[in-house]
């Protein structure tokens, strides 16, 4: 259209013309009922950013199954609570920040433990207590591979931070590729493509840096080693930093301020399958709908929904919803997930085990292992109340804590007696914790029908509790889009050029 020489009537004109079409466009009526399965962090923030969408008038149902929060869940041993699932909170997660301040929540600003790398026979490294020792004992060990790894994570995060701008500017995208593609181009699609290790020794680290440095953060946190993608790898290494919490009472006091902020409405069940359903109108046209089956305690019952967010991983052992009849299929099939068993055991460490006897030298603190330990266990270390605890509590504590072990199996007491003097109570969970990473990862599709969506597909590139609520902020976008047909807000690719040019 040429506006050059138009009036100001004309343009007022021309602007209320544009008015009315979006008026038009917005004319669809909104969706009556959402379905949303799993009240983890994914199913409940997702549930809270589709109320943010939709309004107040669209009911919001959230199945669960079992405990709300699902992966955030907290044990009791000798009457505190400690995180049993995901702990660890970094100051960057935007998201995790803002639901705390908006739920009224305490951040708990977590107990930085000293890191001591053990290979079965001895301690590669060492933490010490004095800033200056550990900055001379890393150079001296490995050059300044310290500070060019910082350098290296950090680039990735940052730019992984672009997507909260975009997700502020209402900005969505229809997979997980698109989004890491708008995130940093195909240089970012390669963090997913190739292998910590490769990469990393790409970047010129030294196989003994990788071996001993990086490979422990990664059995420690995600159970595996350096054969994972290089973002989740990045991931994984920013645990180093400074900074981190959790929230002051469990993690999953998210969830259930998300749930009742998002005023959904809890279904205490099992979802079994999915199917799509087309059922006559007051006007005489037809609509579809999508049917869920579900199984309460009262037997097996169904309910229809305009739109369905799946929030939970959609892998045999858990998810396990059939979505029968769509042509073509609906592919689901995730990658088999890495089981993690966390033991807490309240007692007193045996540092013979790792080679010091009584009187030890060394303050047993944070205890990671490398590839080639060849133990039964990927990390020990001391674990710290949900509750707040003060330093001299923590200092005045004797020799017997809380501890909490990761292992890829369950312990035996013969190992657990190997690995304590003694101790007095043990509690064990065992989870099915994240996907095996093996790139080049082929991640699951975002939406798996017209109106059906999938949040757990990001933890194909790293599983986290900020991962789940991006994806989660993400579907709730990509669904009121869709719904409403404002494709200019989804996969838009030039947005770091475009908003650089906008400030
Ligand atoms: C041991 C461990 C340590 C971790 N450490 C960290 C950490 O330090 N920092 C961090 O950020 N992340 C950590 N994580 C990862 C983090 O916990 C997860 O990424 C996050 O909690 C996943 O949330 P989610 O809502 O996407 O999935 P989930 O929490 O798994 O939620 C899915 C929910 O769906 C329910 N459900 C499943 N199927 C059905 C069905 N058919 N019908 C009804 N309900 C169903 C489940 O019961 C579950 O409650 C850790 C995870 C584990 C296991
Ligand atoms: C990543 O790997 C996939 C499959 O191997 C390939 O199709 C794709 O082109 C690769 N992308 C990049 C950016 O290297
Ligand atoms: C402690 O570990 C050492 C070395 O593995 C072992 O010989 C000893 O029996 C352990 N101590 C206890 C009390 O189990």
């Given amino acids: 259209m040429q506006l050059s020489g138009a009036s100001p009537v004309m343009l007022i004109g021309f602007m209320l013309c544009r008015l009315g079409a979006t008026e038009v466009q917005g004319l669809r009526n909104p969706p009556n009922r959402i379905a949303v399965v799993g009240a983890g962090i994914g199913g409940t923030s997702a549930a809270y950013f589709l109320r943010q969408k939709f309004g107040q008038h669209v009911q919001i149902d959230i199945f669960e199954n079992g405990e709300i929060g699902g992966r955030l869940s907290v044990i009791e041993i000798n009457g505190n609570h400690y995180e049993a699932g995901g702990s660890v909170i970094h100051p960057l997660n935007l998201h995790m920040k803002s639901f705390i301040q908006e739920l009224g929540l305490n951040a708990l600003p977590l107990h930085r433990n000293l890191v001591d790398i053990y290979n079965g026979d001895e301690f590669v490294f060492q933490e010490s207590e004095w800033y200056l020792i550990n900055v001379i004992k890393r150079i001296w060990n490995y050059g300044l591979s310290f500070f060019r790894m910082h350098m290296w994570v950090e680039d990735i995060l940052e730019k992984f931070m672009r997507i909260y701008q975009y997700q502020n500017l209402d900005y969505s995208f229809s997979s997980i590729d698109s989004m890491f593609h708008a995130i940093g181009g195909n240089d970012y699609i390669t963090k997913l493509n190739g292998t910590l290790g490769e990469d990393m020794q790409k970047s ?27 973002f989740v790898g990045a991931v994984s290494l920013a645990c180093a930093d400074s900074g981190l919490w959790a929230v002051e009472g469990g993690n999953k006091l998210v969830c259930t301020g998300l749930l009742s902020a998002s005023k959904a409405q809890l279904v205490r069940g099992t979802v079994i399958s999915v199917q799509e359903r087309v059922r006559p109108t007051k006007s005489g046209d037809t609509v579809k709908l999508y049917e869920v089956n579900y199984e309460t305690d009262k037997g097996p019952t169904l309910d229809m929904y305009d739109i369905v967010i799946i929030a939970t991983p959609l892998i045999k052992e858990i998810g396990n919803i059939k979505f029968l009849g769509f042509e073509p299929p609906i592919e689901t099939v995730s990658k088999p997930f890495h089981q993690i068993v966390a033991t807490f055991v309240h007692g007193q460490i045996n540092t013979s085990f790792f080679g010091c006897p009584k009187p030890c030298q060394f303050s047993v603190s944070e205890i990671s292992t490398t590839d080639r330990s060849n133990l039964f266990f990927n990390s020990i270390g001391p674990v710290y109340p949900v509750k707040p605890t003060t330093e001299s509590e923590i200092s005045k504590a004797s020799d017997i804590k809380v501890w909490k072990i990761y292992s890829s199996e369950h312990l035996t007491d013969e190992q657990l007696r190997r690995l304590f003097e003694s101790y007095d109570a043990v509690i064990v969970k065992d989870w099915l914790a994240f996907p095996k990473y093996s790139p080049p990862e082929k991640l699951p599709p975002v939406i798996l029908h017209h109106d059906i969506y999938y949040v757990n597909g990001i933890e194909g590139t790293a599983s986290g509790m900020e991962m789940s609520a991006v994806s989660a902020k993400n579907v709730a976008l990509l669904s009121y889009h869709r719904w409403y047909g404002k494709d200019g807000q989804i996969d838009q690719q030039d947005l770091v050029e475009r908003l650089k040019s906008e400030l």
């Fill in 204 to 230: 010129g680290f030294s196989q003994r840096f990788i071996d001993e440095m990086v490979v422990p953060s990664l059995r420690g946190n995600y159970g595996q080693g350096a054969k994972v993608n290089s």
